[in-house]
């Protein structure tokens, strides 16, 4: 049996008086549920101090990460507040001066991490500590185009008992399903060839509205971006997120899921190639023939056009107001200054522009939007944080 949680003193107890009484060590660890390592830890540390071994010891660590003596912090805070502007590398020289040699300088790392503490560091620069996934504003469109909505409709199972993952794109003002596919998992690379086929065919839209998950927006990546996301962004065309645990913020598109788990899934098709042909009849009749309550009875196809914005591949990017620009290797980096920086293997093949804000801080911007500041004594990148918060106008 493990340890009693009422009472773990007594239990040691118990466990070291049966040693004591010439029990084997196999036999009561086994009878105690521990291991013997577990177990002669127990009793080597009751041998050599007593029964006060056999209490619960404090994990409280010895010493803490950037520590220092607490008149050298409150002179680093003092610094700080006579120096408002003055970033962790001046403050830090600015210590050598003051300390002369009495005492060891902390490096520049230490002073930023005491001023963090102290809450004397810009909300801009500091980590973003949860890569939580959160909303952007959502546009009301007007007119087709302005807004796509996807989607992956939740998995079914075929006759043939595989999975069907349907990828779903609508036109949000003229409700227009653009692509209804049928795919076997939602791997991206099968998702980027849907999405070029339609952007082939009608054009690029103004923005895209999707959830928070893959293959639209990727947990681990930066900002949350995914290798899908980043390319709509190189597009021009701009990110709309709903919260999680709010599909109602993406309502239309989620009220078409109904009528098509009703129409085209109940019962599912033997194989992918029948299904698809059942999604495609669903498509012809839900542009074309069924009327639609908040079009005037009108039909989508009525109303939809495709965008005037024609896809003709990825556009050059520059950045004339930045100091540098860097390419994202295949691995994710950047060298700057001969260092090399962990990025995001979600941006391999971009151009990012590089701006010095203050001594070896350097904000990161992919097209129009700030990612967020680079910190080249630690080699670390600090996000900021929704840096997709704001629409801004579609390129040209």
């Known amino acids: 049996m493990p340890w009693r949680e009422t009472s773990v003193m007594e239990e040691r107890l118990r466990f070291v008086a049966r040693?004591?009484?010439?029990?084997?060590?196999?036999?009561?660890?086994?009878?105690f549920g521990i291991s013997r390592k577990t177990g002669y830890k127990i009793f080597n540390r009751y041998r050599d101090e007593g029964l006060e071994a056999l209490t619960d010891r404090s994990?409280?660590?010895?010493?803490?990460?950037?520590?220092?003596?607490?008149?050298?912090?409150?002179?680093?805070?003092?610094?700080?507040?006579?120096?408002p502007h003055w970033g962790a590398r001046k403050i830090r020289e600015l210590l050598v001066k003051r300390l002369a040699g009495d005492v060891r300088v902390p490096a520049r790392s230490t002073v930023h991490a005491v001023l963090?503490?102290?809450?004397?560091?810009?909300?801009?620069?500091?980590?973003n500590r949860a890569n939580k996934a959160v909303g952007t504003p959502l546009s009301a469109p007007l007119d087709p185009n302005d807004l796509w909505c996807a989607d992956f409709k939740?998995?079914?199972?075929?006759?043939?008992?595989?999975?069907?993952?349907p990828l779903t794109v609508t036109d949000q003002a003229s409700r227009y399903l653009l692509c209804c596919e049928a795919f076997e998992s939602t791997r991206e690379r099968g998702v980027f060839e849907a999405f070029h086929r339609l952007f082939d065919e009608r054009g690029l839209p103004d923005a895209i509205r999707s959830d928070n998950g893959l293959p639209f927006a990727s947990p681990n990546g930066l900002s949350n971006l995914s290798k899908l996301s980043a390319w709509w962004l190189r597009l021009g065309i701009a990110l709309e997120r709903i919260r999680p645990g709010h599909p109602q913020e993406n309502g239309r598109h989620e009220r078409m899921h109904l009528t098509l788990k009703k129409e085209?899934?109940?019962?599912?098709?033997?194989?992918?190639?029948?299904?698809?042909?059942?999604?495609?009849?669903?498509?012809?009749?839900?542009?074309?023939?069924?009327?639609?309550?908040?079009?005037?009875?009108?039909?989508?196809?009525d109303i939809y056009t495709p965008s005037a914005r024609t896809y003709q591949g990825l556009p050059q990017i520059s950045y004339p107001f930045h100091d540098k620009e860097a390419l994202v290797t295949s691995c994710g980096r950047i060298c700057i200054h001969r260092k090399k920086i962990n990025i995001s293997t979600v941006m391999a093949g971009h151009r990012l522009g590089l701006k010095e804000v203050d001594d070896g801080i350097w904000l990161v911007s992919f097209m129009h939007y700030d990612l967020g500041y680079i910190d080249l004594e630690q080699r670390t990148l600090q996000t900021i944080d929704n840096p997709f918060g704001t629409r801004l106008s579609p390129m040209s």
């Open 19 to 31: 040693l004591l009484e010439g029990e084997g060590m196999s036999e009561v660890c086994c009878s």
């Open 59 to 83: 994990r409280r660590p010895v010493r803490y990460a950037n520590q220092l003596p607490e008149p050298v912090e409150a002179m680093i805070v003092r610094l700080k507040k006579d120096k």
């Open 116 to 127: 963090d503490r102290y809450g004397l560091v810009s909300q801009a620069r500091k980590r």
């Open 154 to 165: 939740g998995e079914f199972k075929l006759g043939d008992g595989r999975y069907c993952y």
């Open 264 to 301: 085209a899934t109940r019962p599912p098709g033997r194989n992918i190639l029948q299904q698809q042909a059942r999604f495609d009849a669903f498509i012809s009749e839900f542009n074309t023939e069924r009327p639609h309550e908040a079009l005037a009875m009108k039909a989508p196809a």
